[in-house]
């Protein structure tokens, strides 16, 4: 892969490919037979890339230049800005791998400004932690220049990899709705414990929970959390309301209970054959 790539943004994501892939190996001690090179906005971000022996360009369009594709590991908001201001820097068909976390219709956006560039655009989604994963994170593509994005990442040292089509976005949407699973667990979880540390009932909560807790499959839980809810949303919405009372009682603000009790309102009552995923 020498000299094939470049990393737009140095935070944890880039940093933690660039040591696991070896990609800062200089042999003058300065970066200039490093094999990626390396922009970002923050001076001291700059300034570690250039310790782990990148080549540390002095503006982005110097980090782009010669390269076969760019990764882009900025921040979420900052995603598409870069598309935009770089997308004039990008060689002549090369590839825009955006690894950022972003919805699928701002993908589209920046996929529009790189191609009008005359880039290729492919939307990356890492389901994982880079720390501990690594190259080993699990990565999702899509777009139309995915197959040759895979092999240059796969050169790179990144080993599980998979296409999931050619629309740009299709990666992207796996992951936010995956996410609002993900996260939103993370979110009950600390709602619930805060309320359980409050009542002084933790060991009784999470036994509790243990004792019901059913190994199935995600598509067999899915339907059957559908179907509870479709059948008996009402009722449930009005104990989740009591729920929700029960933690502002105990002075826990109940931010994803009352989300829950709009849900399974609007859940009640419609047609079974939304478990089946046709509605």
């Known amino acids: 892969m020498s000299h094939t790539i470049s990393l737009i943004g140095y935070g944890e994501a880039g940093s933690t490919f660039a040591r696991a892939g070896g990609w800062g190996e200089a042999a003058d001690g300065a970066g200039g037979n490093a094999r990626a090179g390396v922009w970002d906005l923050r001076p001291e971000r700059l300034a570690l890339a250039a310790q782990d022996g990148l080549m540390v360009a002095g503006n982005a369009q110097e980090a782009l230049a010669g390269r076969e594709m760019v990764l882009s590991l ?17 060689p002549k068909g090369a590839i825009w791998a955006d690894c950022n976390s972003v919805a699928p219709g701002t993908k589209r956006e920046a996929a529009a400004a790189v191609e009008a560039a005359g880039g290729c655009y492919v939307d990356v989604a890492v389901l994982a932690p880079v720390d501990p994963a690594r190259l080993n994170v699990p990565l999702l593509l899509a777009g139309r220049e995915a197959a040759r994005a895979e092999a240059l990442l796969r050169e790179a040292g990144f080993a599980n990899i998979r296409i999931v089509g050619d629309e740009v976005g299709r990666a992207s949407a796996i992951k936010m709705i995956r996410s609002v699973m993900v996260k939103g667990v993370e979110a009950l979880t600390a709602e619930m414990m805060l309320a359980a540390q409050e009542a002084g009932v933790v060991d009784e909560v999470l036994s509790s929970l243990d004792a019901s807790e059913k190994a199935w499959p995600w598509a067999k839980r899915a339907a059957y959390n559908i179907e509870r809810m479709v059948t008996h949303g009402v009722r449930r919405a009005a104990e989740m309301e009591e729920s929700a009372k029960t933690l502002t009682g105990l002075g826990i603000e109940p931010m994803m209970t009352n989300g829950t009790v709009l849900r399974q309102r609007d859940m009640a009552g419609r047609k079974e054959r939304l478990i089946e995923g046709k509605e």
Do not use: G, M
Request: charged residues 10%; hydrophobic residues 60%.
């Open 74 to 90: 900025v921040t979420a908001d900052s995603a598409l800005p870069a598309a935009q201001e770089y997308a004039a820097f990008l």
